[in-house]
């Protein structure tokens, strides 16, 4: 498939995610031969990181340190199409000059491609100055989360957006939704006949969503003390794999209809309790650069969620993530009731048997905790494994990395995996009331698996622990 030519905008271009995905991103895809016939890419942001020279040499470097066996070619081919010009959410018409030139080179029918890499509250004004110099036409607009800061900013982000674009033209990446294992929910879920059919309140005694990191901050202090954990992976990335997990048939994979389907969850979710939200900060994070000395940001978040619809009524749904956990993992456990037999009524067990896990991992991975009869001369049951390994069955696919899968569904203009405004309202309003009296923030130890309050919140405790 050839893609027209490109003219692209990376606001953000010296920053962390453009260094670590978004040139990376580029890189694999060029060399995967997937990127448009020809393209431009110009950097743009308040601060010049220098002459042109200069900024490709710092994306040069980004890609040295992130991507295996660098090839030369590949790397020229992106590089000499890159530039820097400077801009704000003020003026723009430098930039806009630039992306003219540009196109002028390109020739006919080109697209426009702007990348909105930035902080909340520098959002709208970005957008309201692309409508002014008429960068919106032609253009496609992927913005980076949160969007907005609560269910108020969010709204007049939108409007500002409705000011200029179609929301056609507007792609709200969730990078959670580009890794294969959460797509892959859709495929165990609707090409199979196994689970389906389990797959609802009378089989379903929970659900829990664990986003547990290692990391840090990452030198990312200060955006973190602007947004905090729950709106930088609750009501975002741990809400749409909710929405993966609990919506009905799309029947179809396509922008409408499954979107449809993940707004009609969204709908349903209860709006959360915060006496069921629990707000944890790790010792030390107040010693992180440009963390305030008496910060009550939240690295910490874990939630008890509802979804009132047929399906669901009275499952639980169990949310966490943090920074500074005792591991770095993703999954997603389905914690089905127990055997409605009589037969091994007396063995012991602290929970309900069978645990399906579904291991949010590049190549993924699912596995199911069973009981089975213990080989022996007795009727005895042990604790076994059955394991599945995408991975296994497929060993020539090449996996996209989640930002370059979605990057090229941009260029694509397939928007099926990026998230539409009502539901992004919806979630903001589901956590409103957290937002509008938000739990008080309990502190752990790093490495630890956070606040004491979080981990008897699911019945059987978390999938992962200890
Ligand atoms: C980002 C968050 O969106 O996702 C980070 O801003 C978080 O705080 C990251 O660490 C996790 O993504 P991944 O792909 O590493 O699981």
New binding site residues.
Partial sequence: EQLPPHVMVLFGATGDLAARKLFPGFYHLAAAGRMPEDFRIIGSGRHSPGTDEEFRDQVREGLQDTVEDLDEDVARVLLERISFQTSDADDGSDLAAAVRACEEELGDDVRRLVYLSVPPSAMQGMVAMLGREQLTERARLVLE?PFGLDLESARELDAALKDVVDEDQVFRID??LGKEAVQNILALRFANGLFEPAWNRHSIASVQID?P?D?GMEGRGSFYESTGCLR??IST?LCQLLGFVALEDPEHFTADAVRDAKHAVFEAMRPLDPARVVYGQYDGYRDEDDVADDSEVETFVAIEAFVDNDRWRDVPFYLRTGKRLAKGD?VITLRFRGSACTMFDDEPTDRPPNDLVLELTDDPRIHVEMRAKKPGPDMDLVEATMHLDVGDAAPDATPLE?YERLLLDVLRGEQTLFTRADEVDRLWQVCEPVLQSPPEVQSYEPGSWGPEAALAMPPGGWQLRG
Avoid: G, N, T, Y
């Fill in positions: 989360k990078h959670f986003v990191e990391l930088d992976m990335h993703r989640a």
